[in-house]
């Protein structure tokens, strides 16, 4: 049974200082199958420095363990943000293996609030992670984190999508969404965004995200909007194919 949205334990960080004010950001998203690479080590600090060597501002995280057993028990979001000088948000899917699978932002400036959303369940249950971060100006945008279904069959996917566009239209802030979409451009899934935001668009010859290792499908995606409130802005594919399943993608954000 599809579920309704909600907001659910919404909470407030507790800030850092922040620097380079006024500058662009770097946004990342990227799959990080908890760590698990190609080889099938479990190895967080690689993936910790295919991060580090992209200098990101955000970071979007999917598939990631919060202190379960096939990860030895690692809280993964917290133990990348320490590893990377980064504030660290994580949202669960479900509990597993003696601890939480889900999601993860990490912020190089200060997460003021911290908003799961839950959607509807599909092979397994979902949320998107929206988190609040106030820019060394003082600003506030948002960030949206997502790793819809992943079955062959877009049913359950759009309309975890059309819950979140629902979440969406309702921000009253600048907002970041990038995530797994696990859909391509041309699905429906993808319309929904490219209707409400400007996408970061990848080189034509190098735009394939999944897998890492002989890629032929892109499903991973960074939009801003409203359109008005940012430069534009292109996305590449980080040619990365041994640290997880997925290529991470990475943007430059500029604001107008």
């Given at each position: 049974m599809l579920q309704a949205s909600v907001f659910v334990s919404c909470t407030a960080s507790t800030p850092r200082t922040a620097a380079?004010?006024?500058?662009?950001?770097?946004?990342?998203?990227?799959?990080?199958?908890?760590g698990s690479g190609?080889?099938?080590?479990?190895?967080?600090?690689?993936?910790?420095?295919?991060?580090?060597?992209?200098a990101p501002d955000i970071v979007g995280l999917q598939e990631v363990d919060q202190r379960v057993t096939r990860s030895d028990g690692v809280a993964q979001a917290d133990?990348?943000?320490q590893l990377l000088n980064m504030h660290a948000a994580f949202g669960?899917?479900?509990?597993?293996?003696?601890?939480?699978?889900?999601?993860?932002?990490?912020s190089r400036h200060p997460i003021a609030r911290v908003?799961?959303?839950?959607?509807?369940?599909?092979?397994?249950?979902?949320?998107?992670l929206l988190v609040d971060?106030?820019?060394?100006n003082g600003d506030t945008i948002s960030v949206v984190n997502?790793?819809?279904?992943?079955?062959?069959?877009?049913?359950?996917?759009?309309a975890q999508?059309?819950?979140?566009?629902?979440?969406?239209?309702?921000?009253?802030?600048?907002?970041?969404?990038?995530?797994?979409?696990?859909?391509?451009?041309?699905s429906r899934t993808l319309a929904m965004f490219t209707s409400r935001a400007r996408e970061m668009m990848k080189p034509v010859e190098d735009h394939f995200t999944f897998s890492s290792t002989a890629p032929t499908k892109e499903i991973d995606f960074i939009f801003a909007a409203p359109a008005g409130t940012w430069r534009d802005g292109a996305a590449r594919v980080v040619s990365e194919a041994v640290a997880s399943d997925h290529r991470p993608v990475v943007a430059t954000l500029r604001r107008r």
């Open positions: 380079n004010i006024d500058a662009p950001l770097t946004v990342v998203s990227y799959n990080i199958r908890h190609m080889d099938g080590r479990v190895d967080l600090s690689r993936t910790a420095a295919v991060l580090r060597a992209l133990s990348l943000g669960a899917f479900m509990d597993y293996q003696g601890g939480q699978y889900g999601m993860g932002i990490l908003c799961p959303i839950r959607l509807p369940d599909g092979n397994e249950p979902r949320i998107a971060v106030t820019l060394p997502v790793h819809f279904d992943w079955v062959s069959n877009d049913t359950l996917r759009f999508a059309t819950v979140l566009a629902r979440v969406l239209d309702t921000l009253r802030t600048p907002y970041v969404l990038l995530g797994d979409f696990n859909d391509e451009p041309g």
